[in-house]
């Protein structure tokens, strides 16, 4: 699946968790392009979106916000324990959607690192995992069922 194929069940994925998904004209000079979380919602224009897989890590970013302001959040710290765990939200995420992770991790994100991140995680480096455990998203290893790629559930 390449991309652009990517793109509808990313969105489908999105919105059937709950996390709202709106097309909008956006302005050039955001921080991703194309993407932009406005008030607790995932916008994109879609004559400008490049790299679907965007949308899944902004999203993950939106779902581990403390459902207190997650409403209100329009901008997020791209360091920290937030950051990793949208890393790791965003894998188990395209997963789920039936994405190849590589849309995610594509070479244009992550400072360069997305060549790297799509190899650690398909080796079970699955960096970020444990603020998904501390916010009650995945499982820890003691406990019965799934573990992580699964997820107990997908918001905070």
Same mark, same amino acid.
């Given at each position: 699946?390449?991309?652009?194929?990517?793109?509808?069940?990313? /969105?489908?994925?999105?919105?059937?968790?709950?996390?709202?998904? +709106? #097309?909008?004209?956006?302005?050039?000079? %955001?921080?991703?392009?194309? =993407?932009?979380?406005? +008030?607790?919602? /995932?916008?994109?224009?879609?004559?400008?979106?490049?790299?679907?897989?965007?949308? /899944?890590? @902004?999203?993950?970013?939106?779902? =581990?916000?403390?459902?207190?302001?997650?409403? #209100?959040?329009? @901008?997020?710290?791209?360091?920290?324990?937030?950051?990793?765990?949208?890393?790791?939200?965003?894998?188990?995420?395209?997963?789920?959607?039936?994405?190849?992770?590589? =849309?995610?991790?594509?070479?244009? %994100?992550?400072?360069? +690192?997305?060549?790297?991140?799509? @190899? #650690?995680?398909?080796?079970?480096?699955?960096?970020? =995992?444990?603020?998904?455990?501390?916010?009650?998203?995945?499982?820890?290893?003691?406990?019965?069922?799934?573990?992580?790629?699964?997820?107990?559930?997908?918001?905070?």
């Amino acid at each position: 699946m390449d991309d652009a194929e990517s793109l509808i069940p990313i /969105l489908a994925f999105l919105r059937n968790i709950g996390i709202p998904v +709106d #097309t909008v004209s956006l302005s050039a000079g %955001g921080f991703l392009p194309a =993407v932009e979380v406005r +008030d607790g919602r /995932l916008l994109y224009d879609p004559d400008r979106l490049q790299w679907p897989g965007d949308l /899944l890590h @902004e999203a993950g970013h939106i779902a =581990v916000t403390d459902p207190a302001i997650r409403a #209100t959040v329009s @901008e997020f710290s791209s360091d920290g324990g937030d950051e990793m765990a949208a890393i790791a939200w965003s894998y188990a995420a395209a997963l789920a959607a039936g994405v190849d992770p590589r =849309v995610v991790f594509h070479d244009h %994100g992550y400072r360069g +690192d997305g060549q790297w991140l799509a @190899e #650690t995680f398909a080796t079970g480096g699955y960096i970020g =995992v444990p603020m998904l455990q501390y916010y009650g998203l995945a499982r820890f290893s003691h406990d019965e069922g799934e573990h992580y790629p699964a997820m107990i559930k997908w918001l905070r």
